[in-house]
């Protein structure tokens, strides 16, 4: 093995010196950090670029050793590519870059030399790769706040009688609100409290893939005994099935053998169920068959919160101060939010300096800028408010039970504009207009939506209450 090694090394030599000479992979990322220098500075050099190590170019791969996965994971979020573009400029074509943990043995950059030696065929597998399921992921690490209170009930409700409580659970909302986090944690919980066998996690995307790779092999009843005989089933992101016929024919019986069975189905969207164009209607029946809910951006207090649950998990420094900053600044998602604080953190352990205001701002300023140039945030009452100004009408005629045409019309237009504006979700527009159900929301949305495109005049008159809306006339 050591020979084989040996020879892996010469052979890269060899390769080294007729591409850059004999200064080897040394020379060339010193020419590196100097062509980047001039692109994003010394500071930004100094800090995220000096301190790796150049191991070694090994045909299209330049190999590079990072302190930590902070690390690596900063460099791949926001220098990648101009590390890319320098490195193929100075080797004259494109060349891959592949990071390594400081911690890792040199061995694991061969893994075709030890493959054979760690591979054990009896030793149990990982429970992460096995299910797919995420492993901190989980109803302790959860923060609960105003816009998440009603998924996370329901989630806890189905973790502790899987098949019995909501079935399917279908639960929507925007991107990094932690949808994701949610249902894994259901995963978890049926595992080690309900003693489910058969747990699978995986996206829809992953659900396709291996249905074309059964297919491809002919092994289709593989594919269904796999699936069909789960106790949990949870599928990630299904707006992805939009348009696959043939992935959503197969999950389709999957879904029937399931329910019918007893066994547990838990989905999520970014789209409500009537919104996700491409797909069947007998699906999205099925997915409207059991308990819907919806996941809102967090309050100020909930990404506080987070923000400390996170830096106590990472072991961030963090006070309850910079915590605030960070959060009044960065609103749109709970990933946002993360990722700002694990850029922070490294950054911090990095340069041996105290996480303080004007460091926050200077590694947040790109997610701060962000911040700057959007709009006002809009409520539901915002909204209500300028409908009933601009129509002559009162809130409470809103929210009221009245069906003429004088409050009919303008409840399904402040219903479409709060679902525009302020991103309400449809169960909550139907609570705020006096408990009417979300099916009424949905209605008045796809109403003006038609009526938008044929008429000039409706298009006038939501212009001019979005004015009011964004113009601060209100009572």
Known sequence: ?????????????????????????????????????????????????????????????????VPNALFRDWLLENLMPILQESLANIVGRAVHITFHIATKKQGELFPSVVEEKEEKPDAPRSTTKKNGLVLNYTFSTFIVGGGNQFAHAAARAVAESPGKNYNPLFI????????????NAIGHEAIVKQGCKSVFYLSSESFTNELISHLRRDRMDDFKSKFRQADVLILD???????????????????????????QI??????????????????????????????????????????????????????????????????????????????????????????????????????LKGEKGKEKEVSIETVQKAVCKYFGIRVGDLTSKKRTQFVAFPRQVAMFLCRKLAGASYPMIGVRFGGKDHTTALYACSAIEKRLKEDDELRSVLTRIEHLVYGGNEE
């Open 237 to 263: 992101d299904v707006q992805f099935l939009s348009g696959r016929e043939r992935t959503q024919e197969e999950f389709f019986h999957t879904f029937n053998t399931l329910h019918q069975s007893h066994k």
């Open 172 to 183: 929507y909302g925007g991107v990094g609100l932690g949808k994701t986090h949610l249902i």
């Open 266 to 367: 838990i989905l999520t969207s970014d789209k409500f169920p009537n919104e996700i164009d491409g797909l069947e209607e007998r699906l999205r029946n099925r997915f409207e068959s059991g308990l819907i809910a919806d996941i809102q951006p967090p309050d100020l207090e909930t990404r506080v919160a987070i923000l400390q649950k996170k830096a106590q998990l990472k072991r961030i420094p963090l006070t309850q101060e910079i915590a605030l900053f960070i959060a009044t600044h960065v609103t749109a998602n709970v990933r946002e939010l993360e990722g700002g604080l694990t850029k922070l953190g490294a950054l911090a352990e990095l340069t041996k300096n105290p996480i303080t205001i004007d460091l926050a701002t200077q590694v947040l300023q790109n997610l």
């Open 1 to 65: 093995m050591a020979t084989q090694v040996g020879e892996l090394f010469t052979g890269v030599n060899n390769f080294l010196t007729k591409v850059i000479g004999e200064g080897g992979v040394q020379r060339v990322w010193e020419q590196v950090l100097s062509e980047v220098a001039g692109k994003v500075g010394v500071i930004q050099t100094e800090t995220w670029l000096k301190p790796i190590r150049p191991l070694m170019l090994r045909e299209d791969t330049l190999h590079l050793e």
